[in-house]
């Protein structure tokens, strides 16, 4: 596994890469994590949808940085973190390696801001650290049965491709420019949103060794972000909803959420999709405490 710490093509003025190196035998498993952080204020943590990074939430840190220190990590195995073999993406793996970022930085008064399944992973890690985090803001949280594939026919396509058996591990490592882009786009409400740049980003860093591996087991784990929406009314923070009035979600899976935490602030944004922090990073800047 090689050691350098390589660097995304996309840089935030003001914000630095780091590196938690894993420090227990539990944190070998989940590799070295690598986050971006900079800004000013009390900490607000960001975590990213499926299949992105850190760079996700780059519009968004640009309307914030001046009232937070931002915190924006590289779910294990994507990104830039590292991509250890055979280890897990279900949600409970995943929520270790976001409270590893919050306990090893000592991070108090926390915001937990995260998209799909970071929407998920942000409201777990609130119930599991009450003590640590002051608020979390779900948007578009990745919690019902379907989620990608309801985007369109050719997502349906690819990502049933990639999850069956002999076939799969072949098909989650070719990722066509066209393919990828029009797959991403399917959760947009405004297409254009989906920046050239960030595109090449994403291609190149699907292009790490093994990295079609943890994008095939991240898909095969998504059934356990549903189980964990069971966490949900631990959460004793105060939680605000986000969600796209296009989003994947269907109207009863955000009445489901609505009744199940009936404190929760709720806010949809009309005319957007899934990805609301490329299309509409203005909202969650407005709506952040």
Known sequence: MPLSHPESGIKIPGFESHFLEPASPGERGQGRLRYIAG??????????????????FRHLIGRVQ???????????????????PGASYDEPAMRAAVKRLLTRLDLRDVTLLGESMGAVLAMTTAADLPDRVR???????????????????????IISGVLAPGIGPILA?????????AVLRGGLGDRTALRDDYLDELLAVGRRPDYSIVARSVYASLPSYIAARARYVDVK???????????WSRASDRQANQRLLPAATFTQVSEAGHFIVLERPDVPAKLLP
């Open 39 to 56: 800004g000013s204020g009390a900490p607000l943590v960001m975590l990213h949808t499926v299949r992105t990074q850190a760079e996700h």
């Open 173 to 181: 490592g070719v990722e066509p420019r066209p393919i990828m882009g």
């Open 135 to 157: 608020a979390v803001m779900a948007i578009n949280p990745y919690d019902y049965p379907g989620g990608i594939m309801r985007s369109s026919v050719l997502a349906r396509f």
């Open 66 to 84: 001046d009232r937070y220190t931002v915190y924006a990590l590289d779910l294990p195995g994507m990104g830039y973190s590292q991509i250890v």
């Open 237 to 247: 923070a105060p939680i605000h909803l986000v969600y796209g009035e296009k989003d």
